[in-house]
């Protein structure tokens, strides 16, 4: 097995990515280390975050066993950078062909995002790895299980609005990996830096992964 299908096969059994977005790498690591204790070992970082391509290469320097990948990834020469900088996938909102070619030609796991089944079809055909359906909350569980129906070997990722009490249902629906932000890292909570609330959040949504992958 190949170092790419060892560590997709990770983000796949994992089911649970935490998208982390901070002002600080100090205040990311804390979070970084909350979620894994709860569970979701699967990180990653949005390109947005301030000094992102640094922050992944001192994420992957001080933590063990955690899957980093970058996010937001528009185009070709950010997936370039964030793979230089050590992430092992890169997950992009929408789908550019350049962005793909460049993680292919680096064999990192590529994740572009779409909306309508000719999208989730144009990226899996340009060689997505799985393929992000974004924004979720704007489509529901049903549409992944609409999508998979005609399309049961694509792998999908809803993004956006995936939450505890949804996660389930998302999972049962064919969903192989939720991405999960806001319901993840309760902001209050990193303010108050009561970190105790991030790793019973990860707690739930892998006990609720598992659930949905019992009950498919």
Known sequence: MSDKAEKKELLLDSGVIGVIRTESPK????????????????????????????????????LDEVLVGAGTVLDAETARSAILAGAEYLVSPTTDV?????????????????????????AWEAGADMVKIF???????????????????????????VNQENAEEFVRAGADVLCVGSALLDKEAID???YDILTQNAKELVEAVEKGRKKK
Do not use: H
């Open 98 to 122: 350049g962005m793909i070619e460049m993680a292919r030609r680096y064999d990192k796991i590529v994740a572009p995002g779409a909306f309508t089944p000719t999208e989730v079809m144009t």
């Open 135 to 161: 924004p979720a909350s704007r489509l529901g569980p049903k549409f992944i299980s609409d999508v998979k129906a005609p399309l049961p070997q694509v792998s999908l990722m809803p993004t956006g609005g």
């Open 192 to 194: 108050n830096e009561n």
């Open 27 to 62: 205040e990311l690591l804390k979070v970084a280390r909350a979620i894994k204790k709860g569970g979701v070992s699967c990180i990653e970082i949005a390109m947005t975050t301030p000094n992102a391509l640094s922050v992944i290469e001192e994420v992957l320097e001080k």
